[in-house]
């Protein structure tokens, strides 16, 4: 019974946080236009053609966890709005759900993000995924979001409400979210086939990734409670 | 839910003798001599390396001060989790994780300074992307982080409650971090210089002093962990004594509204 409500308290935070998404435009307006640009400060940075391809993996990764800081606030930015996050933890509704729920929301915007940047690299960083490096790009990207967004969802809970949170939560995600990013450069990067790496030397990465997700996601369901119960 | 009065027990310490017991008192001066100790030998008595030449002398603060570090954290981690599990945990437990943070922090800044300044002389580096390297500097910074959590403020409840989930959630993070850094390393050539723990000759009163060191850490170390915890508990009755207070001044304000 508890499994079936937590999963509708799931579904209907993760739609009130896209509808809300949908009606302000903030990540496609302002987000995934910054990720973007930050793709082209890369460029001006490192300067060199085949320098761009050889870490292009590594950047949209980069750009990808610049975005999610703001990401995260701007998701915890709603539910502290208005007190948001304490009615709904007076109203009794399962820590457990919101926590899915807010994670769920996470994944989809990070989703789009992410398309755009790999987008971005093959346009920009003249990187190539041949089709038969499509399962293992789509694996990587979705195990890699699903991580970002249970240790993103965690540690902006934690903050929400809290001042100064703005320089706390990248304090507090950077060395979290260490394993992604090195686990998601690899995978990307075979998936690119970059200095002749071949799809099947991403797997062990995605592995990575899956363990990183699985840990956090377990963790996140049985810490969200205890950290806004406050 | 959890046991708010424990403040008010036996290990008060009492206003006019400071933060200070006769067993922090014994510890401090054994620290002091052991560390005395420490100096004279590593800088004097003990002989410099064949290979490293006098670079070797900074063994007898590095390795220690790694080694506490680690130390702190696992106390850290355990009074954490501890915390979490217990149905009416003390807040000492919480005091405790967060002074042996404090301290672990301190001495991994000095474990990173004593080991970055000790590769430039042997190495002819300061830093390597070694894995046991970068898990202990990823280690600096999450612990910084969750000092930061600390000082969030709220009531010492609170503080416990989500410093607590913050360092358990090290505990998850650690070892990934580590797991993926070596996983990270091994598809690179592995370094082809002097391993940190490799062929250092030691002599005996070398090894002698090194474990001096350890001690003398380790008494530092816990000197330093008991005054903090006994500074936080002051600080969490000054916190506990404001809020009284402040409600008798309001129960006042009232009494004569009423009246």
Known sequence: MKSKSTLRVARIVAAKDLRIEMHSRVVTNQVVPFAALVM???????????????????????????????????????????????????????????????????????????????????????????????????????????????VGTIFGGLVAGVRGRETLLPLLLLPAIAPVLIGATKATEAAFGISGMVSSEGWPWVGLLAVFAAVFGVGGLSAFGPLIEE | MYGENDMNHDSTPDAVGGVATSTSRTIGVLAIVTMTWVVVSGLFFTPADANQGDAVRIMYVHVPTAWIAYLAFIVTGVASLTWLL????????????????????????????????????????????????????????????????????????????????IASLAVLEIPLVHFSVVMWRSL????????????????????????????????????????????????????????????????????????
């Not at chain 2, 380790?218 to 409600?247: N, P, S």
């Open chain 1, 40 to 150: 082209v400060m890369f460029a001006f940075a490192l300067d060199d053609d085949s320098m761009l391809e050889r870490v292009a993996g590594g950047l949209v990764w980069l750009a990808t966890l610049f975005s999610l800081f703001i990401i995260i606030q701007r998701s915890f930015a709603i539910e502290t709005a208005d007190g948001a996050l304490d009615s709904l933890r007076v109203a009794g509704v399962d820590p457990a759900g919101l926590f899915l729920g807010k994670a769920a929301a996470l994944v989809i915007q990070l989703l789009i993000l992410e398309s755009t940047l790999i987008g971005g690299a093959i346009v920009l960083y003249r990187v190539q995924v041949q089709p038969t490096s499509l399962v293992l790009l789509v694996t990587c990207m979705l195990l890699a979001t699903l991580g970002l967004s249970f």
């Open chain 2, 86 to 165: 217990k149905k009416t945990p003390s807040l000492v437990l919480d005091r405790v994780a967060g002074a042996s943070a404090e301290v672990g922090v301190l001495f991994m800044a000095m474990t990173l300074v004593s080991g970055s300044l000790w590769g430039r002389l042997t190495w002819g580096t300061y830093w390597v992307w070694d894995p046991r390297l970068t898990t202990t500097a990823f280690l600096f910074v999450t612990y910084v982080g969750y000092l930061a959590v600390r000082g969030l403020g709220g009531s010492p409840q609170q503080r416990a409650q989500r410093s607590a989930i």
């Open chain 2, 188 to 259: 690179h050539q592995s370094a082809s210089i002097l391993r940190p723990d490799g062929d250092v000759k030691m002599d005996g009163l070398m090894l002698f002093t090194l474990f001096s060191g350890v001690f003398a850490f380790t008494f530092t170390f816990i000197w330093l962990v008991m005054h903090r915890q006994r500074l936080l508990m002051m600080r969490d009755i000054v916190i506990e004594k404001g809020l009284e207070v402040a409600i008798r001044e309001r129960q006042i304000e009232r009494s004569g509204f009423d009246k």
